[in-house]
């Protein structure tokens, strides 16, 4: 389920400090990044005429590098700079470069743009006109791609800090960075690549990527798959997707506790009461449909003192506000912005830092929601999701994913697993209900996305 390494702009500075001390030649490693860099647009653009802008730093020199390879390759490159280099590594790069350089702001457009003007170095918003000059290039192109990152986004969180134009392609550079996976820079690039530049990247925040799931053995049965609770309260059609959802996670049984009378999968078994003290249960859902009286402050109550390995979502965080205490260690926490800022105040830095910070303080597993999803463990482990259909920001969806972490919790045991899986599938099966789905339509939707990571 850990898809590549995500680094902010000091760790990778960090990595690349390890690999030349353990002898890796600086000028090396950029023709590394380069080469790769180069392989992936050779294969996306062939012989089409091209643009490389470099800039003052080492991205700078990358493009370098990747001009001399493409032109050795018989792409027809012209290269434009934004100033004089810099960097030894940057001003070795252009030196290589053995044709004329252009000035970015007077270039002529061609088929397809490389943009190596900036990368983990950018401190701070381009000039204006260079954003502008960089947006009007990039709109005339019909290739674009971004070398480590696109110029004008923020690495470590991906805020943009100046016009950026959309890109085709980024080419993340040895290891993701959070504007690679984090909105709005994640937005502006449609297809993600990352390029293998040969150094060690170490780090505990990952890139979610799709995990690989275990049909049930031929010796199963609906409770050695797991038994999942969903408490209910006053609004119960949230609860019962959230069941349907957990159902078709792969739980064996689920037990919805509501009021009698909804209309739930047959499959689902009704109990009125809230005993909750079934041995058997493996993930207790409370939250989706409970409400905020004090019954269902009550209800929680009861959920909490059960003592099963439990999942929060939705008005349970609302009753939590202000006591995270009342957390039980392992749990699986699902907040979407505004839940996340009532349970943990205003946090500093990146999405990824606040959710790992809550992740801390609470002792849970936090699925921090949105188009960007972070998964963050107490331990320091990170998973980030990219991606998520925007269809997705529809009543109930919620609720659904808090039905798949349960289901999946019931199946797995392990909070973290369990709630990247659930945020995976969750993502899979938006895409294979396609556009304009309500939150239902998902159930219908998991059996195949499961199916394919089988
Ligand atoms: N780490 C690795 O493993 C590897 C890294 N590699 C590559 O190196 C890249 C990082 O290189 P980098 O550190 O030289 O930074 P980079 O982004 O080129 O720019 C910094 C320069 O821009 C300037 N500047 C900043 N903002 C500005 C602005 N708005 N407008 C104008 N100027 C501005 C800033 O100067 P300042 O004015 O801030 O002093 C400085 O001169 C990385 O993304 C990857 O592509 C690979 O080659 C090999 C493996
Ligand atoms: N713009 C978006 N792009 C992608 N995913 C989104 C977007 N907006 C919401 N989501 C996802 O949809 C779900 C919405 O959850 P939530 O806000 O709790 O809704 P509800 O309470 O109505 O069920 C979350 O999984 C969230 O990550
Ligand atoms: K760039």
Known sequence: MVGGPVLTAAQMRAAEQAAFDAGVDDYGLMETAGAAAAAIIWRAGHRRDTLILCGPGNNGGDGYVIARILRDHGVPVRVAALGESRTPSGQRARAAWAGPVEDMMTAAPATQLVDALFGTGLARGLDEGVAARLCALAGAAVLTHAVDLPSGVETDSGAILSAVPQFGTCIALGAYKPAHLLHPAAGVVARLMLADIGIATPGTVRRLAAPKLAAPDAGAHKYSRGLVAVVGGAMPGAAALAAGAAA??????????????????HAIVSQAADDLTDPRIRALLVGPGLGRDAQAAQRLARALAAGHPTVLDADALMLLAGAIERIPAGAILTPHEGEFQRLFGDLPGSKIDRALAAARKSGAVVVYKGADSVIAAPDGRA?????????????????????????????????????????????????????????DDLLGALPAAIAARL
């Open 248 to 265: 078709h996670a792969g739980a064996g049984m689920v037990r919805l506790h509501a009021a009698a009378g909804q209309a739930i999968p």
């Open 383 to 439: 998973a980030v999701a990219r991606g998520a259909s925007p269809w997705l920001s529809t009543a109930g969806t919620g609720d659904v994913l808090a039905g798949l972490c349960a289901g999946r919790l019931a199946v797995t045991g392990d909070p973290f697993r369990a709630a990247g899986e659930a945020v995976w599938l969750h993502g899979e099966a938006a895409r294979r209900a396609g556009a304009a789905f309500v939150a």
